[in-house]
């Protein structure tokens, strides 16, 4: 979803009405209310008693939780982008799937969050000490060895030098998705988009590609070495792929090469041999 998409959302959501936001500034409990219905942008949350709140999908971006009681909130698919969460209590929170790009976290309390394929970048802050590259979020550097991501949306995600040895992706959307220096080792990549991402120095060796629409992917200096299968892979205009590595890949079974992939309706043989030659 576009940020243009979300705000349209959220300019047609109305407003808590009086009795939640004197609830909120009294620090009185809202588990029970749906508070992701509500437009939440210009709500001042300083008092408020989040525990257990119901925040599913919630469009949270820039704003103002720092040391708000927010354990065992709802998160899932929140948008916490550039919030600023330092001191937040958010034991227990569920923030599957949220986006945390540009939030501040420093000093929160993560005990027991569930942070499965939440979005981080460089500009995230964390606790001290909090080893988030191991918490199932999704970001530069994460530990995702033998993840399960099939289907997943991880479009534009930055997930340089990332370990994915063995990850599933079948049909993740990595559109556009920042890969340089990933390990693909293994990883099942049957059917994933990979329309424009880079996969400049990421280590594919062993991994399955059936099926991937790899159109537009940078895939210079990528260790490409017994790959378990290219069947109705898409290589059109795939960057960085030298002669060497062309050959290799020309060489896999008829059976591979002339495979149709039915989402961009060519076969991997005619895809590949669109490509120029680079040395």
């Not at 590609?209 to 069947?231: F, G, P, V, W, Y």
């Amino acid at each position: 979803m576009t940020n243009s998409e979300i705000q349209l959302i959220t300019s047609v959501r109305p407003s808590p009405p009086p009795e939640i936001l004197k609830a909120l500034k009294g620090g009185i409990p809202v588990d029970r209310v749906d508070l992701y219905q509500f437009n939440l942008r210009e709500v001042d949350f300083q008092q408020a008693n989040l525990s257990k709140a119901k925040l599913l999908g919630a469009d949270l971006r820039d704003v103002v939780l720092s040391n708000v009681d927010l354990s065992g909130a709802d998160l899932r698919g929140a948008n916490l982008q550039g919030a600023d969460l330092s001191g937040a209590n958010l034991q227990g929170a569920y923030l599957n799937r949220a986006n945390l790009q540009q939030a501040n976290l420093s000093g929160a309390n993560l005990e027991g969050a569930k942070l499965q394929v939440a979005r981080y970048d460089t500009q995230t802050k964390w606790p001290q000490e909090y080893n988030y590259k191991t918490s199932g979020a999704v970001g530069p550097g994460a530990n995702l060895n033998g993840a399960f991501l099939n289907t997943a949306s991880l479009r534009n995600a930055d997930l340089q030098g990332a370990n994915l040895r063995g990850a599933y992706l079948s049909g993740a959307d990595l559109t556009g998705a920042n890969l340089q220096g990933a390990a693909l080792s293994g990883a099942d990549l049957t059917k994933a988009y990979l329309t424009g991402a880079c996969l400049r120095n990421a280590r594919l060796t062993g991994a399955d590609l059936r099926d991937a629409d790899l159109r537009a992917t940078d895939l210079c200096d990528a260790e490409m070495e017994h790959l378990q299968s290219i069947a109705g892979a898409d290589f059109t205009l795939a960057q960085g792929l030298t002669e060497a590595t062309q050959a290799m890949l020309k060489s896999r079974p008829y059976s591979e090469l002339d495979a149709w992939n039915a989402y961009t309706r060519t076969t991997t043989r005619e895809s590949l041999n669109a490509l120029p030659i680079q040395g």
